[in-house]
């Protein structure tokens, strides 16, 4: 299994300000996902980041609004560019490793902007 | 992706068997089916998978129907902790998954 941090953990923004989300994980993984969960919501995927390549943006979600880094294997950042008060959720990253089946979650940054 | 339908909420008595169902008529030939399970103020935890065949472990069963296009995770004895929203999910090769709404169980003591 993997132990996935995030950070911060729980932040409250002003609109129009921007916040970088840090995910690091404790091994080395192919893949990692960021997902968004609105206040009683299931999780929505926002793009996948494969360590040297461009994130993949799922429908809905651009790179301007929601930029990704994905420097080396254990490590990925998401930021939420321009906030608005739509943008209050809970922001996890996710890592899987070919072959597992299965992918381990971190805890989750809450964000509310003001 | 394949979507998935699981009922909203289900109760279940302490140490009673459970019988989570989910729907997933659209999946294909290769689509694996993956179970999670998210308790209060945490990040989704993996609980089974498969892809044609019934599997356990030590959280749980996974029971396939014959044509894949349902499936069941059986929780054998219930416990308070296993108080949790569930979520079924259905995936390829990509690993994206594609959460519906899940199931909200709740154990009564």
């Known amino acids: 299994s993997a132990v996935i941090s995030q950070k911060p953990s729980r932040d409250i923004c002003q609109r129009g300000t921007s916040l970088t989300i840090q995910c690091q994980v404790d091994?080395?993984?192919?893949?990692m996902f960021w997902y968004r969960q609105q206040p009683g919501q299931s999780l929505t995927l926002i793009a996948t980041a494969n360590q040297g390549s461009e994130a993949t943006y799922e429908s809905g979600f651009v790179i301007d609004k929601f930029p990704i880094s994905r420097p080396n294997l254990t490590f990925s950042t998401l930021t939420v560019s321009n906030m608005s008060p739509e943008d209050s959720s809970i922001y996890l990253c996710?890592?899987?490793?070919?072959?597992?089946?299965?992918?381990?979650f971190g805890p989750g940054t809450r964000l509310t902007v003001t | 992706d394949a979507k998935t339908t699981q009922p909203n909420s289900m109760e279940s008595n302490e140490e009673e068997p459970v019988h989570l169902p989910c729907n997933h008529s659209?999946?294909?030939?290769?689509?694996?089916i993956h179970w999670y399970r998210q308790l209060p103020s945490q990040g989704p935890e993996y609980v089974i998978h498969?892809?044609?065949s019934n599997v356990n472990n030590r959280m749980a069963s996974l029971a396939i129907a014959e044509d894949r296009k349902s499936s069941t995770l059986i929780l054998h004895r219930a416990t308070l902790r296993d108080a949790a929203v569930y979520y079924c999910t259905v995936t390829s090769g990509t690993y994206k998954y594609i959460f519906g709404t899940g199931t909200r169980l709740k154990v009564l003591a």
């Open positions: 996710s890592v899987a490793d070919r072959g597992l089946g299965e992918q381990y």
């Open positions: 659209t999946i294909s030939g290769t689509d694996y």
């Open positions: 498969g892809l044609t």
């Open positions: 091994s080395q993984v192919t893949m």
